[in-house]
């Protein structure tokens, strides 16, 4: 059945090493999107996509943080270099406007330790 | 601008008792409302949405919420608690004008017990 797909599920690494983290959204959805979570800040939308073009990054750290799609079956988010407080379930989301069903669906997540 | 509150992070219910799950919403536009269950270790699953049309909007599961605009509440029911209904909750907005931007609450805890 279809479902958006992330790898890896766990990742732990050490502080300044450059992490990457990817996702296969549902075929077909033109959309998507990036939320991390922790324990303070909740749910967090870091970025979205929309045919491949970024419409906003406005919560994602800047200076480290970067997110692609090279095709529309890869969305990738990297950090480099990453650091301890970047530890986070990181979630990405597929989905299409317009269509009869308004949601998004959601990968099971990367959850990432920075050590 | 849009927002979520939840209200309680822990919320606990016997089993076989009614579910209710508290969400106010701000919103600067007409509003999507969604209810999502997280599971340990699982991603987001969809309960219900209300997009517009009518207002009581049943989902998966049993669980039902009602749109509420003079209140702006979203509340989330369900009559009878089973063990499998102890997650995570989480009451989302989505500003009608910008698909898919989903402003989450916090989230409330559920737990059960027989």
């Known amino acids: 059945d279809a479902r958006v797909t992330q790898t890896p599920r766990h990742k732990v690494t050490e502080m300044g090493q450059e992490v990457t983290m990817r996702c296969q959204p549902i075929l077909g959805h033109n959309t998507v999107f990036w939320y991390r979570q922790t324990m303070m800040q909740g749910l967090e939308l870091l970025a979205y996509?929309?045919?491949?073009?970024?419409?906003?990054d406005s919560g994602m750290p800047k200076d480290r943080f970067s997110a692609e799609m090279p095709d529309a079956t890869l969305a990738t988010l990297k950090i480099q270099p990453s650091e301890p407080r970047d530890s986070a379930v990181y979630f990405c989301?597929?989905?299409?406007?317009?269509?009869?069903?308004?949601?998004?669906?959601f990968g099971q997540g990367t959850r990432l330790t920075v050590v | 601008a849009q927002s979520v509150t939840q209200l309680g992070s822990h919320v606990s219910v016997s089993e076989g008792a009614l579910v209710l799950l508290r969400c106010n919403y701000s919103?600067?536009?007409?509003?999507?409302l969604f209810w999502y269950v997280q599971y340990p270790n699982q991603g987001l699953q969809l309960l219900l949405k209300y997009t517009t049309g009518a207002t009581l909007v049943k989902g998966i599961n049993g669980f039902e919420a009602e749109f509420k605009k003079s209140e702006t509440s979203f509340h989330l029911t369900k009559p009878s608690a089973h063990m499998s209904d102890a997650a995570e909750y989480f009451c989302a907005v989505s500003e009608s004008d910008s698909w898919g931007k989903l402003q989450f609450g916090a989230g409330t805890q559920v737990v059960v017990t027989p």
């Open positions: 996509f929309r045919n491949r073009a970024p419409l906003d």
């Open positions: 989301a597929s989905g299409s406007p317009g269509t009869a069903n308004t949601e998004a669906f």
């Open positions: 919103s600067s536009v007409p509003p999507y």
